[in-house]
Protein backbone atom coordinates (compact mmCIF):
# COMPACT_ATOMS: atom_id res chain seq x y z
CA UNK A 1 0.00 0.00 0.00
CA UNK A 2 1.45 3.16 -0.68
CA UNK A 3 2.24 6.19 2.10
CA UNK A 4 1.81 9.33 1.00
CA UNK A 5 3.39 11.84 3.93
CA UNK A 6 2.93 15.69 3.32
CA UNK A 7 5.14 18.84 5.21
CA UNK A 8 5.77 23.13 4.35
CA UNK A 9 2.67 24.07 5.43
CA UNK A 10 2.53 26.96 7.41
CA UNK A 11 1.50 30.52 7.98
CA UNK A 12 3.04 33.49 5.49
CA UNK A 13 2.25 36.58 4.30
CA UNK A 14 0.89 37.54 1.10
CA UNK A 15 3.83 37.57 -1.45
CA UNK A 16 5.39 35.03 0.45
CA UNK A 17 6.54 31.31 -0.67
CA UNK A 18 6.47 28.14 0.69
CA UNK A 19 7.61 24.65 -0.61
CA UNK A 20 5.28 21.74 -0.13
CA UNK A 21 6.89 18.75 0.07
CA UNK A 22 4.99 14.79 -0.48
CA UNK A 23 6.99 11.78 -0.24
CA UNK A 24 6.05 8.49 -1.53
CA UNK A 25 6.65 5.37 0.83
CA UNK A 26 6.50 1.69 -1.17
CA UNK A 27 5.62 2.74 -3.94
CA UNK A 28 6.53 1.14 -6.99
CA UNK A 29 7.89 2.49 -10.38
CA UNK A 30 7.53 6.06 -9.19
CA UNK A 31 7.70 7.79 -12.72
CA UNK A 32 4.81 5.71 -13.78
CA UNK A 33 1.94 7.16 -11.48
CA UNK A 34 -0.18 10.09 -12.22
CA UNK A 35 0.55 12.65 -9.85
CA UNK A 36 -1.30 16.18 -8.12
CA UNK A 37 -1.76 18.74 -6.01
CA UNK A 38 -5.29 19.50 -4.45
CA UNK A 39 -6.29 21.82 -1.68
CA UNK A 40 -9.44 22.45 0.04
CA UNK A 41 -10.49 25.65 1.68
CA UNK A 42 -13.39 26.32 4.53
CA UNK A 43 -16.86 25.79 3.32
CA UNK A 44 -15.25 25.02 -0.91
CA UNK A 45 -14.66 22.18 -2.63
CA UNK A 46 -11.46 20.45 -3.24
CA UNK A 47 -9.81 21.32 -6.66
CA UNK A 48 -7.08 20.65 -8.43
CA UNK A 49 -4.18 22.85 -8.36
CA UNK A 50 -1.65 21.08 -10.14
CA UNK A 51 -1.02 17.63 -12.00
CA UNK A 52 1.69 15.87 -13.73
CA UNK A 53 1.66 12.93 -16.07
CA UNK A 54 2.74 11.52 -18.97
CA UNK A 55 1.56 14.73 -20.88
CA UNK A 56 3.34 17.37 -19.38
CA UNK A 57 1.95 19.45 -16.01
CA UNK A 58 -1.39 21.40 -16.01
CA UNK A 59 -2.22 24.39 -13.31
CA UNK A 60 -5.37 25.75 -12.57
CA UNK A 61 -6.18 28.91 -13.64
CA UNK A 62 -5.80 30.64 -10.18
CA UNK A 63 -2.17 29.38 -9.43
CA UNK A 64 -0.55 29.31 -13.52
CA UNK A 65 2.70 31.39 -12.93
CA UNK A 66 2.97 31.30 -9.72
CA UNK A 67 3.04 27.41 -8.79
CA UNK A 68 5.49 24.73 -10.32
CA UNK A 69 5.00 21.22 -9.71
CA UNK A 70 8.20 19.02 -10.00
CA UNK A 71 9.52 15.40 -8.70
CA UNK A 72 12.84 14.37 -7.43
CA UNK A 73 12.49 10.49 -8.64
CA UNK A 74 15.45 9.69 -6.67
CA UNK A 75 13.77 10.59 -3.18
CA UNK A 76 10.06 9.46 -4.70
CA UNK A 77 9.03 12.85 -3.78
CA UNK A 78 6.69 15.61 -5.74
CA UNK A 79 6.90 19.41 -4.28
CA UNK A 80 4.80 22.06 -4.70
CA UNK A 81 6.83 25.04 -5.26
CA UNK A 82 4.38 28.22 -4.22
CA UNK A 83 5.85 31.92 -4.94
CA UNK A 84 3.64 35.26 -4.99
CA UNK A 85 1.10 33.89 -2.27
CA UNK A 86 -2.09 35.44 -2.03
CA UNK A 87 -4.94 35.30 1.12
CA UNK A 88 -7.30 33.00 -1.27
CA UNK A 89 -4.47 30.29 -1.28
CA UNK A 90 -5.35 29.38 1.99
CA UNK A 91 -6.19 25.92 2.20
CA UNK A 92 -5.12 22.58 3.16
CA UNK A 93 -3.00 20.93 0.54
CA UNK A 94 -3.23 17.25 -0.51
CA UNK A 95 -0.95 15.23 -2.67
CA UNK A 96 -2.52 12.43 -4.88
CA UNK A 97 -0.94 9.76 -6.89
CA UNK A 98 -2.82 7.27 -9.27
CA UNK A 99 -1.65 4.70 -11.61
CA UNK A 100 -3.87 2.50 -13.72
CA UNK A 101 -2.81 -1.43 -12.93
CA UNK A 102 -5.30 -2.80 -15.47
CA UNK A 103 -8.37 -2.65 -17.69
CA UNK A 104 -10.28 -3.14 -14.14
CA UNK A 105 -8.19 -2.11 -11.44
CA UNK A 106 -6.55 1.49 -10.35
CA UNK A 107 -4.77 2.41 -7.23
CA UNK A 108 -5.16 6.06 -5.77
CA UNK A 109 -3.23 7.14 -2.44
CA UNK A 110 -3.49 10.63 -0.49
CA UNK A 111 -1.68 12.37 1.75
CA UNK A 112 -2.83 13.55 4.99
CA UNK A 113 -3.13 17.32 4.24
CA UNK A 114 -0.73 20.26 5.20
CA UNK A 115 -2.24 23.69 6.11
CA UNK A 116 -0.68 26.65 4.14
CA UNK A 117 -2.35 30.34 6.08
CA UNK A 118 -1.75 33.58 3.97
CA UNK A 119 -2.04 36.75 6.13
CA UNK A 120 -0.74 39.56 7.14
Known amino acids: QVQLVESGGGLVQPGGSLRLSCVASNIRGFNRWTMGWYRQAPGKERESVAL??????MYANSVRGRFTISTDNTKNTMYLQMNNLKPEDTAVYYC??????????????WGQGTLVTVSS
Open 96 to 109: NFKRQVSIEAGLEA
Open 52 to 57: LNGGGT
